[in-house]
């Protein structure tokens, strides 16, 4: 025989196929170990964050109704497009210390924000640069007024919401800053400073708030506040921050000027002061999460240590394959 | 100047050219050629002729249609014809046509065709994402799938270029000047040198060796690797030298280009003489001159219109039956996301309404959003959203699945050492890489038995002389049938005279020595023994003494017969074209020595029609004999009458013989007559230059001299079982597979074949059907074809109805035996017909193991697809010959033998191996591997599509049914090709349940492919399951929990906010939850997870750090780092993948321990295994030919009358080509002309010494 062979193959682990590699196997043992760890590190996380969401101090007022005078109840919408004054006035009560900075949000329902063509009538390059200020392609129907195009362009700036908040203690005014509320990045980089308004609201019909054409854009913040869409029809917006401290049970008088047009699509209104923590608002949704799924993954090791008991099965017990189980082997 | 006459039949083409003496006879030649123009109808005929050349010459001559005349040295006169050039382009594109014909190819995959009508549909402002999501991985695809293309092409291109380019030696102006291959045209005169290949088809002219002869090497065309011998006509042997051949002038008619190898009609005309050309003076393109310092040839065809170039079609690609499954998958993923999008449309025509004011829908508003339209607000919402779900068809599955399977095929099954084949330096080679799964779902594997399951090894064993046995040795079939009958075989003492050399495994002293002149009828034996040495077509070769004489045949049986000759003192040691040159020991007296010479006159040669072979032969004396061997079907009908004794025990002696599993040949011889003999011979001479029907008519010259023979007796050749066959068996048969052997040998041969390879045993109940009873035969011998049909055909309806009853009885019965079947070719061909063929299949398919014998190719093909096409079994079809062709193509997978017989059934095959125990490595674990990949592959990318569509649908409920995207488009269009691609890929090379060696110990995990455990709908169904848990996680956790501030600033997220979290943690989860799917992890598996999870991390970094001044909406914007600023960020990318992969982890808890795969509990019982890299076992050959015991039994299980066998089994699978009998044409290739003229060599070599 020839016994100069040539080898033509590459004699390695890859073509061979013999990789070194780990083999788990999903053993009992593994399986209440894997759910043991993570109810040991779901639980504490869940009681961290339900903690951390509980000392969160929340006022929510839902005020679309409430804002609207009793006999004109039977047509709200009628009432909101009138010139009537929308001025409304209402007390809320603390229940609890809340620490400063307090963020005022107002939430709206069934404002379908995300809607295709809402997400896209707006144009970035106009905001961002005055020499863009005709590049509103993007923008119909709220793209030009009168021949000329309108800053900031589009339906989302159009529908800015123009509710506005005041709020007194004891006769005493409690100081909205509403500076700081936007992203910095928003402000930074979407946002031009040397973008005015153009234009805004000269249309027949108004959407929503109006702009001060003297500022510029990037300090709009509610402007930058509203074009960051939301992801959700039900979404909070941040109006502002009260920066004292507001002790429990005190008395706090609202002045709200309930301008802002949600009754055409029975949308909600709502005001909310909350404080924060490390987690952010008051969330319980992430603690009752990590906890359920903690106590889940803890009551199914639990579960299935007893299941293994009670029907055990010795590992690797031949029994169990196919051709031993039916010997005749079809 | 008209000569006119009867047109001769064209057939007969023995053209006569007038002369006209002032002109040359090539003048001549022309033309009447131009003439000729006109009145034959192929590709010259209308030409326009130069009138000059127009006189009428000769006598009118019609053509058949379709020949073609080519004039030899004299391109002009060629010119006009325009044969095509030499230049071969095998390319399939050129630079022009690669784009569009390459983009046409990639579109004619629907999944590449719907990807690109998505990306129309979103350039239009229908669309709710921008193109690119579409188009980005639609175009990455086609770039990978392209650039593949290229590659390929490039090299066939490089390929062409260096064959077209290599220098040739062609006859111009007296001098043979190199010019290129591609400049060659028809008719030119070339010289090739030795070892040199032939540029074009060739008309061997003249060879420097003497008696006009050269060698060529075929290998090229059939991997045989013998020489052949080619010769050219006497009368051009001198167009040797330069100026020589300048003065050859010829017309050569032939057919038209056509592609079998093995046949050639034509004529040379030339100086008057028409001369018949045959296949033996053509030189085909691909082959090479060997044993030849060169040789002058006229180029009959060029380019693509050699025989080669029109055999190279492409064969149609098989597709494998999980890819034809995963049709149905996407057929279904269509189908989902079309409720998706109707769901989604409906909702739209519901939402759309003027009272959200601040959605601007004023009266000019654009059709999609007009409230007062909602039929056509849903209609243009369908086709949004059927744009932004397009991700529901995983668009680089294909891509992913081509490129897991080509390597799987390249690195894994070609290289892999478990099926090297260390004798012949052979792995097994992938020829198709679109079949690996096939592999690991076979259920019934059809064999071939000569060559796959034996080794086409033959060793001359016994014989029968006179009516006497002859060789005391015994096979194994009849050890185990000693040792079932409690008689302890003792091994005889081989006696001192005892030889075993290759091909003779013979022991007998009363034969050897010159023993046999004290036998009974030492005259007898002499026949038999100068039969052996004369009536073959083997070569000698090497030294002319008996120890280092070789012999090459193209049929082992051939060589073992004159090796016996060798061994039993007639040494056959030299061959000359007319003589054969004999060195007979022993026959004048004891001890003495002599070279006889006889003289070979005609050789009547083997074919399957025939199964004889005869020469006839002068004695030195003047004695004309005639010597036959063929089967004793064959034989014993063309007896003379008398000698009834001899015929008996000879019968008798056949039977033993064959069912010993021993292959037979009856050998005869016939004294002739002078007269008888002349006479005959103008016959042959006759039949011989015929043009048309040349084979049938020498068949029935044959037919008039091979009769009144005188039997000599017969010989017994033993078939040797491959290596480890029958262990390879019996694992398979553990395995699932039920294995068919198809063989063209007998019955006995082929049961103790099959008890020998395990395949049957004595607990089965075996049934079988054989046309060879009395019954049949009674009726054979009176009645006439149709009644003769009829009656076999009741026949085998009443058995087979028998059968079926009876196996349904058995099937029913508690200890449930199983079951075989033995049919054999005659019955098969009744069987086969449409009425029975559900009785059959029926039948077959109750049975474990089913033996067909005496069937033909075309008969092992309808076998073959009866399985497949009735049964709807994944089929195998393994064999290594031409007769194996039309199975292997008919399988599912076929798969050749590269071992000693030729190339055809390799080039035919998807998979060649080198042994048939190979099969086990093939399917067990390159099978079964590729099959769990494959399913793992497709499931996964099913699963991870569905998924991140699904969220999107979800999204879509909260949007107003707007069809506003989720994702930001360039996440979406990566998340296929970047963020998810690799650890696919990773999966589908290197998971492995078990370890290679654990796949063949337990072979019965292969059951798991067989019943598409890993493919099902329910499987498919778990993984949507899974999919729909997992998006409503991704979106419900991700959204609901979103809904505040996310640190002490108290700012909001936006909808891209949410997005981005969401997206990360789609990644994140379906990327573990690839690793969770995984039965091995290697460090590969975590490179790519990490890897893949890395890349969207530093993907988004980037793509949100930056503003472009293209236009794309300022999305995403800085989103990770507003996002990554939260702690919101960390707890839901940790609480979202572990909920989501919760699901999956109790099901897999569950399912192990409750409902365990079997590979599961192999995993368990190796737990502790450390891995099993032995190496040094690899090369190591498991030889399991142990005798297996009372394997004979079979044979007596035969109904006693039936057994009339007598193990015919002589085959000569070098002479015919399967195509060529397919096209009715009859030992096309001239063993004999090979043989003698190789005689040649041996001339010669003394010579120079």
Known sequence: MNTNLCFCYSDSKFTQQELPACKPILTPQWVISAFMLVSFVFIPIGVASLLASRDVVEIIYQ?????????????????????????????????KLMKQPIYVYYQLDNFFQNHRRYVKSRSDVQLQDPKNENDTSSCD?????????????????????????SFSRNNQNLTVNKRGISWKSDRDSKFGDNVFPKNFQNGTIKGGASLDTTIPLSEQEDLIVWMRTAALPTFRKLYGKIEVDLQANEVIDVTLQNNYNTYSFDGKKKLVLSTTSWLGGKNNFLGIAYLTVGGLCFFLAMAFAVIYLVKPRRLGDPSYLSWNKNPAGH | MQFLSTIPPSGFSLRIVSAIPKMSGWDRVRSSRSRLGGLSRNSHASEPQPSSRTVRLGRVQPQAPGYRTIYCNDREANLPVRFKGNSIATTKYSIFTFLPKGLFEQFRRVANLYFLMISILSTTPISPVHPITNVAPLSLVLFVSLVKEAFEDWKRLQNDKAINSTLIGVLQDQKWEHIPWRKLQVGDIVRVKQDGFFPADLLFLASTNPDGICYIETANLDGETNLKIRKALERTWDFLTPDKASKFKGEMQCEQPNNSLYTFTGNLIVENQTLPLSPNQILLRGCSLRNTEYIVGAVIFTGHETKVMMNAMNVPSKRSTLERKLDKLILTLFGALFLMCLIGAVGSG????????????????????????RFLVATLTMFTLITLYSTIIPISLYVSIETVKFIQSTQFINKDLHMYHIETNTLALARTSNLNEELGQVEYIFSDKTGTLTRNLMDFFKCSIGGEVYGTGNTETQKGAAQRNGIIVEEVWKSATAVHEKGFNFDDARLMRGAWRNERNPDTCKEFFRCLAICHTVLPEGDESPEKITYQAASPDEAALVTAAKNFGFLFYRRTPTMIKVRESHVEKMGKTQDVSYEILNVLEFNSTRKRQSVVCRYPDGRLVLYCKGADSVIYERLADGNNEIKKSTREHLEQFGSAGLRTLCLAYRDLSCNLYESWNEKFIQAKSSLRDREKKLDEVADLIENDLILIGSTAIEDKLQDGVPSCIETLARAGIKIWVLTGDKMETAINIAYACKLINNDMKQFIISSETEAIREVENQGGQVEIARFIKET????????????????????????????DGKCLTYALEPSLRGNLLNLSLNCSSVVCCRVSPLQKAQVTSLV?????????????????????????????????????????????????????????????????????????????????????????????????????????????????????????????DVSASLSKKYPELYKEGIRNSFFKWRVVGVWAFFSLYQSLVFYHFVTTSSSNGHNFSGKMFGLWDVSTMAFTCVVVTVNLRLLMACNSITRWHHISVAGSILAWFVFIFIYSGIMTPYDRQENVFFVIYVLMSTFYFYLTLLLVPIVALLGDFIYHGLQRWFFPYDYQIIQEIHRHDPDDNSREELLEIGNQLTPEEQRSYAISQLPRETSKHTGFAFDSPGYESFFASQQGVYAPQKPWDVARRASMRSQRTPKKI
């Open chain 2, 350 to 373: 519901v939402f759309i309404s003027r009272k959200y004011y601040y959605l601007g829908l004023g009266e000019s508003v654009e059709n999609q959003f007009n409230p007062s339209n």
């Open chain 2, 868 to 992: 497949k096409k009735g049964a709807q079994k994944i089929t195998l079809s393994i064999g290594d010959g031409a007769n194996d062709v039309s199975m292997i193509q008919a399988a599912h997978v076929g798969i050749g033998i590269s071992g000693l017989e030729g190339m055809q059934a390799v080039m035919a095959s998807d998979f060649a191996i080198a042994q048939f125990r190979f099969l086990t490595d093939l399917l067990l674990v390159h099978g079964r591997w590729s099959y769990l990949r494959i399913c793992k592959v497709v499931m996964y990318f099913f699963y991870k599509n569905l998924t991140f569509t699904l969220t999107q649908f979800w999204f879509t409920f909260q949007t107003g049914f707007s069809g506003q995207r989720f994702y930001d488009d360039w996440n979406q269009s990566l998340y296929n090709v970047i963020f998810t691609a690799l650890p696919v890929i990773i999966v589908g090379l290197f998971d492995k």
């Open chain 2, 796 to 823: 085998v309806e009443q058995e087979l109805k028998k059968c079926l009853k009876e196996a349904q009885r058995y099937l029913c019965a508690v200890s449930r035996p199983k079951l075989a079947l033995i049919i």
């Open chain 1, 63 to 95: 005020y679309e109704t409430e804002c609207i005078p009793a006999p004109m109840r039977g047509d709200k919408l009628k009432f909101i497009q009138s010139t009537e004054n929308k001025t409304c006035n209402r007390k809320l009560i603390v229940p």
């Open chain 1, 141 to 165: 129907p709220e793209d030009l007024s009168n021949g000329s195009p309108i800053v900031p362009c589009g339906l989302i700036a159009w529908s800015l919401f123009n509710d506005t908040y």
